[in-house]
């Protein structure tokens, strides 16, 4: 049997070689995020670790800068190829949600619903202003090199 590039026949397909090239962009990127992400901030926590320090800011910090650079990406370099390695791949494996989650479900374990609440609201608020903000600095300095 032999192996056919891209074909959706019996037997093994590969995907062609520009769409591998797409799958080890985000993988690559994928990996330098979630490298980057781990350095910067805590493992995954556990209920005592987290407690002990009160409020996640890694994970706010993390997902702030995060949200920031995609933003600022969009704006500035709409369509190009290293769309799926920075955005997908590296913003993708940098910033995370799920331990976002588990750090509001332990605070609430913990009977600081409080805390949590201002941990979600805080979190949403931040993300947001900051992919607005990377938004908008990208924009500011494609229409820079516009004019230029």
């Known amino acids: 049997m032999s192996a056919r590039v891209g074909s ?18 985000v ?5 330098l995020g979630g490298i980057l992400r781990w350095l910067l901030s805590s ?4 209920a005592g670790q987290l407690m002990a320090s009160g409020f996640p ?3 706010l910090g993390v997902n702030a ?13 709409r ?3 290293g769309q799926l390695f920075f955005m997908t791949g590296f913003c993708g494996g940098y910033t995370t949600f799920s331990v976002f989650s588990l750090e509001t479900v332990l605070l609430v374990q913990a009977g600081r619903a409080g805390l949590a609440a201002t941990y979600v609201l805080a979190s949403v608020i931040l993300w ?8 908008a600095i990208g924009r500011r300095g494609r229409r820079g090199r516009r004019g230029a």
């Open 8 to 25: 959706s026949g019996p037997g093994p397909s590969y995907p062609a070689p520009a769409r591998l090239v797409q799958y080890l962009a």
């Open 27 to 31: 993988g690559l990127g994928s990996a």
């Open 43 to 46: 493992p995954l926590p556990v």
């Open 57 to 59: 800011w890694a994970t």
């Open 65 to 77: 800068s995060g949200s920031l650079l995609i933003g600022f990406y969009a704006a500035r370099w």
């Open 79 to 81: 369509g190009t190829r």
């Open 128 to 135: 947001l202003a900051a992919a607005w903000t990377g938004y």
